[in-house]
């Protein structure tokens, strides 16, 4: 399955799309939701793979988010800045 991740969305076929579709699908995100499969198989073709190493930042705060990720594999720390600690350190 990640070979057909890793593949252009562009350059995927259906047989690649059978075998997202599936893991996809029982991702909880997508699982609760309860979409329908043709929407479910949509969000697949477009599907791009990215590697992050480990302690790298995926995105920071502020940032406009156009992507929504589903880590296949390890963990991600989320941390937030808030005023409160700025102002706490320039204390």
Known sequence: MLHCLKKNPENRH???????????????????RKIQMKH???VCSEL???YHP??????HQGD???????????????LEIRDEWIKMKKE
């Open 40 to 42: 479910l198989t949509e």
């Open 64 to 78: 406009y988010g156009d992507k929504f990720y589903i880590i296949l594999k390890g963990k991600v720390q989320v």
């Open 48 to 50: 791009r793979y990215e």
């Open 54 to 59: 480990a302690h790298e930042f995926v995105f």
């Open 14 to 32: 259906e047989k690649d799309l059978n075998l997202i579709v599936p893991f996809i699908k029982e991702n909880s995100f997508f699982k609760r």
